[in-house]
C-alpha cells in the first residue's frame, strides 16, 4: 500500500448530474477526512470518518453531499444534482490511530468540473 | 475556534536567496501547526509539524519554522531558495476533537533564476 488512492482523478459533468468519488485510505488507517478546494484557496474541511462511523459533518456538506465509507475502508463522496458551485478539487485522507504523529496521508484528489 | 491566516498570498524570490512565508495563528490552547505545500498536479505533502515539543521545528528539503508563542507566529523559512520550491504552502491547524487540520488560503512562491 503505497498512500491514498482517489478515482477519478477528473471528472467532468453537466449540471444536475449526480457524481460519486472513491478514496482508499492507508489500509491501517481508521480515520479518513474529505476535503474540497477551490482555485485560490486552501482545502476546506467536508466531512470525518473513524471506522465505518461518520462524526463529523461540516456545514459546507449540504444536502445534496453524502458520504460513506461502509465496512471502515474505502469510502465514496456522491454528489447529487451538481451544481457549477460544486467545481473543485476533492481530497481524502487518512490517518492512523497514533495521534501524537499526527500522521496524515492525502491522496491526489479528483477534480469536479460541473459544466 | 482555531484558525491560521498566512499574510502573503504571493512571495517572489531569486534563487539563491532566503525565502520566508508568514503566517499566524489563533488558538484557545497550545496549538498543533504544520506546513504543507501542493506542487502544481501532485498531492500535498507534509513540510514540518509543531506539537508542543521544541519550538524551532526542521522539516524537509531545507525548510524550517519557529514557534512563538508570544507572537502567535509559525513563519517557514528556507535559508536559500531552489526552483524545485515553487509552489503553493499551507499553514494549517489542527482543530476539534477529530484532528480536523484546519488550512490557511495558501502562499504561492515563486522563485526566479
Known amino acids: 500500500d503505497t498512500g491514498v488512492s482517489q478515482d477519478p482523478r477528473h471528472k467532468i459533468t453537466k449540471r444536475g448530474q449526480n457524481v460519486t468519488f472513491r478514496c482508499d485510505p492507508i489500509s491501517e488507517h481508521n480515520r479518513l477526512y474529505w476535503y474540497r478546494q477551490t482555485l485560490g484557496q486552501g482545502p476546506e474541511f467536508l466531512t470525518y470518518?473513524?471506522?465505518?462511523?461518520?462524526?463529523?459533518k461540516s456545514r459546507l456538506l449540504s444536502d445534496r453531499f453524502s458520504a460513506e465509507r461502509p465496512k471502515g475502508s474505502f469510502s465514496t463522496l456522491e454528489i447529487q444534482r451538481t451544481e457549477q458551485g460544486d467545481s473543485a478539487m476533492y481530497l481524502c485522507a487518512s490517518s492512523g490511530r497514533e495521534f501524537g504523529n499526527y500522521g496524515y496521508t492525502f491522496g491526489s484528489g479528483t477534480r469536479l468540473t460541473v459544466v | 475556534a482555531q484558525s491560521v491566516t498566512q499574510l502573503d498570498s504571493h512571495v517572489s524570490v531569486s534563487e539563491g536567496t532566503p525565502v520566508l512565508l508568514r503566517c499566524n495563528y489563533s488558538?484557545?490552547?497550545?496549538?498543533?501547526l504544520f506546513w504543507y505545500v501542493q506542487h502544481p498536479n501532485k498531492g500535498l505533502q507534509l513540510l514540518l509539524k509543531?506539537?508542543?515539543?521544541?519550538?524551532l521545528v526542521k522539516g524537509i528539503n531545507g525548510f524550517e519554522a519557529e514557534f512563538k508563542k508570544s507572537e502567535t507566529s509559525f513563519h517557514l523559512t528556507k535559508p536559500s531558495a531552489h526552483m524545485s520550491d515553487a509552489a503553493e504552502y499551507f499553514c494549517?491547524?489542527?482543530?476539534?476533537?477529530?484532528?480536523?487540520?484546519?488550512f490557511g488560503a495558501g502562499t504561492r512562491l515563486a522563485v526566479h533564476p
Open positions: 488558538s484557545s490552547y497550545s496549538p498543533s
Open positions: 494549517v491547524v489542527i482543530s476539534g476533537g477529530y484532528n480536523k487540520l484546519i
Open positions: 470518518f473513524q471506522n465505518e462511523a461518520q462524526l463529523e
Open positions: 509543531y506539537t508542543s515539543a521544541a519550538t
